[in-house]
């Protein structure tokens, strides 16, 4: 077997605020191969995006990562200088944010920003450049890429302004790619077409891939893995078929029961009951148990990781099997 090209350990994130410590991040650990796609589905407010934020040192105060280990390749990013962080970023690792506004700068042209881009880890000449920017905007569907490069960012559509981040995130092929729910905003016909050519880029490049999502349907087209995060934690991961079909953690069983696609036409939608506890004020043990139909007294301990075959869940109590976990 080859060693995991991102390797991430015990991940903690805490935001240090004048109401209490929040514990965003809370001992996330997963493995991604060369060319994975892993889908990270939760709901919002469960730490997926700043579980991204810290993969490529992007957390500001009062927040910052207090314990863990994040390998690229194997070197350890969490203690690496801002310098060296900086000359990996963008080059090694990168990430497509929701807002292709956060990315794309309107004083710019299209042409001019990623060569800028470009000229932060490399030297190319214009014309280099140029070819460059133009084979990856062809890359992700934009037509007359050529011109296009002249063309500034409000005379994009958000589905093309969307395909020119994801272009600039490919700049220098990176080995990582984190996006943060880059189709949300998008109409359903361009978000399909967007997944199927990242899909063809991760399997003609080796990049890979971290899908940020609280769609678990969309995700789930994309994805060869699933980790599913509640409350800061990965309550349950695995290959994305076996989860579908069999989840063993009650909060995956429900994302799955409320999908639209899995209530017959006419019935209502089933729903999670509850909401999402405050991260300042987590209840004891299981931060699902005030909201699991399976709650007992051994839930308010904090149940351990369960592996087998491949797959890892934290519940007393898992789906599909009428014994509860041994002490």
């Not at 509640?230 to 079909?245: C, H, K």
Request: hydrophobic share 40%; proline share 7%; with cysteine.
């Amino acid at each position: 077997m080859t060693d995991p090209v991102l390797s991430v350990e015990n991940l903690c994130t805490h935001f240090f605020t004048r109401a209490g410590v929040v514990k965003a991040v809370d001992g996330v650990s997963f493995d991604l191969a060369r060319g994975e796609i892993m889908g990270l589905v939760g709901e919002s407010g469960s730490g997926k995006t700043v579980t991204g934020f810290s993969l490529l040192g992007l957390v500001d105060p009062p927040g910052r990562i207090v314990r863990g280990s994040v390998r690229l390749a194997g070197t350890e990013l969490t203690t690496l200088p801002d310098a060296r962080l900086r000359a990996l970023r963008g080059r090694e690792i990168s990430m497509i944010f929701q807002d292709p506004i956060a990315t794309l700068n309107p004083m710019l042209t299209i042409g001019q920003q990623m060569k800028l881009a470009i000229d932060a880890h490399e030297r190319l000449s214009r014309r280099a450049a140029t070819a460059r920017s133009t084979e990856l905007l062809t890359q992700v569907g934009i037509p007359s890429a050529a011109a296009r490069l002249r063309a500034y960012p409000h005379e994009f559509s958000g589905g093309m302004r969307q395909r020119v981040a994801i272009a600039i995130a490919l700049l220098h092929r990176p080995a990582v790619i984190v996006a943060d729910e880059p189709t949300t905003a998008l109409d359903v016909s361009i978000q399909a077409q967007i997944l199927l050519q990242m899909r063809d880029l991760a399997r003609e490049t080796g990049t890979a891939m971290i899908w940020i999502s609280h769609d678990l349907a969309v995700v789930s087209s994309l994805a060869s893995k699933l980790a599913v995060m509640y409350a800061g934690r990965i309550v349950e991961q695995g290959p994305t078929a076996t989860l579908l079909r069999d989840p063993r953690h009650p909060y995956t069983a429900g994302l799955i029961a409320s999908l639209p696609a899995m209530t017959k036409p006419g019935t209502p939608l089933t729903q999670i009951r509850g909401t999402t506890p405050s991260l300042l004020s987590l209840p004891p043990g299981c931060p699902f148990a005030p909201r699991c139909g399976k709650t007992t007294d051994r839930c308010r301990e904090e149940p351990a990781l369960t592996e087998e075959n491949g797959r890892g869940w934290r519940c007393f109590h898992p789906e599909g099997s009428n014994q509860e976990v041994p002490a």
